[in-house]
Structure formats: structure tokens, C-alpha cells
């Protein structure tokens, strides 16, 4: 395969690109200048690794759950790659981690973040406390509502949570207020977008601080097992995670890999967030030309997932590219299947998943069915499922009215604001 990102612009064969009004070509154009520098500087990079040891806790470990693959995987070998271990609970912090660092040596004291599950958002607060940036996160009404508990960790950390009541007030429309903040504000904020879409350089860049998932798994695999995997599974929304693990493995050719993507109510019934079941085209969402969820005349049309952080019409550039080029393979997962796979996992391993993540355990359900028990699959655990402990409760029916869950807030907090840290 050609190296896409030697195209100009930071094309991937013919998507990526640049599509922003005039106000941002400024601060793009010094992101990317500050970027290029900063991972050629030993002192920049250094930090960022020290950062990456004492304070999220990586390497992330390899666990092997042999329970859950007897009994849902064919007999496959499975492996799971915890980055749901990291602090803050996911890969989210890899890539927030690096642009907080960037923001402070371009000299800006605020950022924004957009957030759908709410773990980029708290990802995004945590750095800003770290390093005394103010923080402002966008997050659509919806998912403050299915994703309550980060809502009150963002608020907790000291961050302004804005929900957003335009469209289908989830992640997309998140990420159209940011872009508005970002253009009035620019001279002082740095946009931490979350995923690896959005203009250049921003997929290349979030990509390049989430490579050391793929890194440290590959070597992982070949110290711990002896060899590469037959395939690599990561959950698919704006595709971070998957490209932060995709990306060492592709030039092993033997090594599928394989993005998960949200089928919401299954494809037939028009309530999904899957881009690559045929029904997306190529165009242009928020700065990339990438493959879109949009009608004949160019206008999105709303996605669907259980999952807020897989539930986006649109999906990183490069992605695009490696799906075209027959590289990478992309199944649905429906909103059923990613939570019968929630179950299982927990229910076999004591582990359980971010919702995103189970979509990327039942893709494991399915190929090492396929596949049998001489397989050995890798699976990225992108992040922990305590945010979804309420909706998961709620879906297997296990809530009674006067579960303390679902009380309303109570007590008031020492300075008489009413639960503040708990009120949407
Ligand atoms: C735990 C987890 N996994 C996956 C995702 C999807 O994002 P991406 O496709 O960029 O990894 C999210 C998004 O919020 C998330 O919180």
C-alpha cells in the first residue's frame, strides 16, 4: 500500500482534506506546525511518556478470557487489550493527554472538547485540571441524559458542560457547537477534537497519539503468545480507537482487522450508525471528505446506536481509505448483540465493558465462531462500562422504581447548592 499520508493535506488516498471556513485555516495551519515539531522533540515526546506511565497507567495489559471464549467464541483464543484500565477509564486520555500538551506550548489557556459516551469529555477536564486550562465541553442533550454519571465527573473536575439542543442532540450536533466556539475564540482555544476525523491535521494527529495501543499490543502478542493474532477488533464510531490499534498491524498482512461499527435496530430498519453497510456515501462532514450517513441532496441523515460514543453519521478518513482499499473489513453490530455481548463478558470475566467496547467483543462472538479454536483474536477493550451501568441495568430490566439509581438527587452540598454535582 502507498504511505496515504505522504498525499499532501494529509489525504488518505482520495479522502481527508481540509473543508473549513476561512477563520480556522489560521489555528490549523499552527497545530500542524506545532505538532510536527513537538513529535520530533525529545523533550516534548518525553513528557508525553512520562505522562503516559505515572498518570494513566500504561501500558495497558493484555488479559486473556478463556471463560467467555469457550462459551461465546467457538473456542478462539481471545484476548483483550484493557485500555478501559487507563485513568479516566478509556483510550480517550491517550490523545487528549498530547493535545493538552500542545495547547500549553502554543500558548493557549482554554479548551473545548465535543463529547458523545462522555469519556472524551472527561478525558478532556482531567488534562485541563492537570495543567490549569479552563475547559468547555459540548455534549449533546441526549447523552447527558444516557450518560449522566459523566456529565457530574466533567462538572466534578471543574469543567463547563454545554448540552446541545440542536438536531438530534447527540454527537454530531456536539461537535457543530464546538466548531462555532472554536471560530469565535480561536485566539486563546485549542478545539481537543476526540476522534481521528475533522480537518487536517486532526486525523493524523489524534491517530499518532493513539498508535501506542497498537505499539505495545503487538509487541505484547508476540512476548505473551508467541505470535501475531489472525485479527485485530476494535469498535468503530468516529474510529479513534481502532486506528490507535489498527495502525501497527497494517503492514502485517496476515493480521485482519476489523472495526465494529454501531448497527443500532439493524440496517434494514434504517436506525443505525454504520457507514460502511452500504448506505453511506463519500462526502464531506465537519471538515473531512469521508463516507457520510447523508440523503441524494447531501443532508445527514441521523444515526442510531444504543452507544453515544459509536452513534455519528460520519467516521474518520482513514478508515474510508483502508475499508476501499479492501484493507480493513466493517460488520454492524445491532444495539441487541452489543449488549448480549455486554452480559457475557461480565457475566464469564468480571469485566465489564463500555457499551461502545461490547460492540468489539460481539464482533469476537462472531469471527471466533467463524473461525474456531485455532484462532487467536485481539480485541481493543476501549473503555470500562461503569457510565453504562444505568442504561445496562435499565435494558436487562434490572431496576425497581425505588432503586436509589433511579432516585432523584438529594442532599445538599456544604455551600446549600442543591446536588449540584448530580442535576442535568
Ligand atoms: C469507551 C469508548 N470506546 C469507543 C468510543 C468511540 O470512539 P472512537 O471510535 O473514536 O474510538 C468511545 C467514544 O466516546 C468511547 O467512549
Request: charged share 25%; with cysteine.
Amino acid at each position: 500500500m502507498t504511505d496515504p499520508t505522504s498525499v499532501p493535506l494529509g489525504r488518505f488516498g482520495a479522502y481527508g482534506g481540509r473543508y473549513v471556513p476561512e477563520a480556522l485555516v489560521a489555528a490549523l495551519e499552527e497545530l500542524d506546525e506545532h505538532r510536527r515539531k513537538a513529535m520530533a522533540d525529545p523533550a516534548f515526546l518525553g513528557e508525553l511518556t512520562e505522562l503516559q506511565r505515572s498518570y494513566t497507567g500504561r501500558p495497558s495489559i493484555l488479559t486473556s478470557v478463556p471463560r467467555f471464549a469457550a462459551e461465546h467464541c467457538g473456542g478462539a483464543q481471545v484476548v483483550l487489550k484493557r485500555e478501559d484500565l487507563n485513568h479516566t477509564g478509556s483510550h480517550k486520555i491517550n490523545n487528549v493527554l498530547g493535545q493538552a500538551l500542545l495547547t500549553k506550548r502554543m500558548g493557549k489557556t482554554r479548551v473545548i472538547a465535543e463529547t458523545g459516551a462522555g469519556q472524551h469529555g472527561v478525558a478532556t477536564a482531567t488534562a485541563a485540571a492537570l495543567m490549569g486550562l479552563d475547559c468547555t465541553v459540548y455534549m449533546g442533550r441526549v447523552d447527558t441524559e444516557r450518560q449522566a454519571l459523566n456529565v457530574a465527573r466533567m462538572r466534578l473536575l471543574g469543567a463547563e458542560v454545554v448540552p446541545v439542543d440542536h438536531g438530534s442532540r447527540t454527537l454530531k450536533d456536539a461537535v457543530n457547537e464546538a466548531f462555532r466556539d472554536w471560530v469565535a475564540n480561536v485566539d486563546h482555544t485549542h478545539y481537543v477534537l476526540g476522534t481521528v476525523t475533522g480537518p487536517y491535521p486532526f486525523p493524523e494527529m489524534v491517530r499518532d497519539f493513539h498508535r501506542v495501543i497498537g505499539v505495545e499490543a503487538r509487541a505484547q502478542m508476540l512476548d505473551e503468545y508467541g505470535r501475531l493474532p489472525d485479527a485485530v477488533l476494535a469498535c468503530v464510531g468516529g474510529g479513534s480507537n481502532a486506528m490507535g490499534i489498527f495502525h501497527r498491524f497494517i503492514d502485517d498482512g496476515d493480521v485482519r482487522l476489523i472495526g465494529l461499527e454501531g448497527g443500532g435496530e439493524g440496517i434494514s430498519s434504517g436506525r443505525h450508525a454504520s457507514r460502511f453497510s452500504g448506505e453511506a456515501t463519500p462526502g464531506v462532514l465537519h471538515g473531512a471528505f469521508t463516507y457520510v450517513l447523508q440523503d441524494d441532496e447531501g443532508q445527514t441523515i441521523e444515526s442510531h446506536s444504543v452507544s453515544a460514543g459509536l452513534d455519528y453519521p460520519s467516521v474518520g478518513p482513514e478508515h474510508s481509505y483502508l475499508r476501499d482499499a479492501g484493507r480493513a473489513e466493517y460488520r454492524p453490530i445491532t444495539d441487541t448483540q452489543a449488549m448480549e455481548a455486554f452480559r457475557a463478558l461480565s457475566r464469564t470475566e468480571g469485566i465489564l465493558p463500555a457499551i461502545e467496547s461490547a460492540h468489539a467483543v460481539a464482533g469476537a462472538m462472531q469471527l471466533g465462531s467463524e473461525l474456531g479454536p485455532e484462532a487467536l483474536l485481539l480485541v481493543n477493550l476501549s473503555g470500562r462500562g461503569d457510565k453504562d451501568v444505568h442504561t445496562a441495568a435499565q435494558w436487562f430490566g434490572l431496576l425497581d422504581e425505588d432503586d436509589p439509581i433511579d432516585a432523584e438527587p438529594i442532599g445538599q452540598s456544604p455551600d446549600g447548592a442543591e446536588g449540584e454535582g448530580v442535576q442535568l
